[in-house]
């Protein structure tokens, strides 16, 4: 793993940006929770302690590059906050889902007792659009904000079936293109998976 302290980097990087009415109160929210020690997922990518932030930090990265070589850096330089919030919040609908737990692996014959994650969601709202429910207790978001982050799981969201909205919701907001882009790719290119 790299040694780069992600909550560090998360935190610098949200108050570096996000500066609207709301955003230290999600600050604030996000530091009596898991989110900095919940893993990003039970056994895909970033599962692991800290998955999750060190999951949002990367996608940041890689979303302002993909943005910058769509749109150009003052379009970046113009929506730095609306970039921010998009990448470092998608996924706080994870927060309290993830429990630390225990099975039985059996490893060359011979049965091993292993840490893993079990997955609870106390709130089943879904993902991206619990997301976005959760944030507007907080803050208000745009448009582009809000169908970026909710349909960050693009084709993998149980909602976007044959008649759904995904496709029009991609090409209305580029953005929400742009961003389940950056998000696939970093979930499959950019982060380890910690396998049994």
């Known amino acids: 793993m790299d040694k780069i302290n992600y909550v560090d ?4 990087i ?24 919940s893993p990003a997922s039970t056994r895909y990518h ?14 940041y990265n890689r979303f302002l590059k993909m943005v910058t070589d769509e749109f150009g850096a003052d379009f970046v330089k113009q929506n730095a906050e609306s970039l921010a919030i998009i990448a470092l919040l998608h996924d706080v609908c994870k927060i309290g889902t993830y429990k630390k737990d225990k099975r039985n692996v059996k490893k060359d014959g011979v049965w091993h007792e292993v840490p893993y994650y079990s997955y609870e ?8 659009e619990k997301s976005v429910y959760m944030l507007s207790g907080f803050m208000r978001l745009t448009r582009d904000e809000a169908m970026a982050i909710n349909w960050h799981m693009g084709a993998f969201d149980a909602r976007a079936r044959e008649g759904s909205t995904l496709s029009s919701a991609f090409v209305k907001f580029p953005l929400a ?5 950056a998000d696939l790719l970093t979930s499959y290119r950019d982060e380890e998976t910690i396998k049994d």
Request: aromatic share 14%; with cysteine.
């Open 9 to 12: 980097e998360f935190k610098k």
């Open 14 to 37: 949200f108050k570096d940006n996000i500066k609207r009415d709301g955003a230290k109160e999600v600050l604030d929210f996000l530091d009596t929770t898991d989110f900095y020690t």
């Open 46 to 59: 970033g599962n692991f302690e800290g998955g999750l932030v060190a999951h949002c930090v990367k996608v």
């Open 121 to 128: 969601d106390s709130l089943p709202y879904g993902h991206g």
């Open 177 to 181: 293109l742009l961003f389940h882009a």
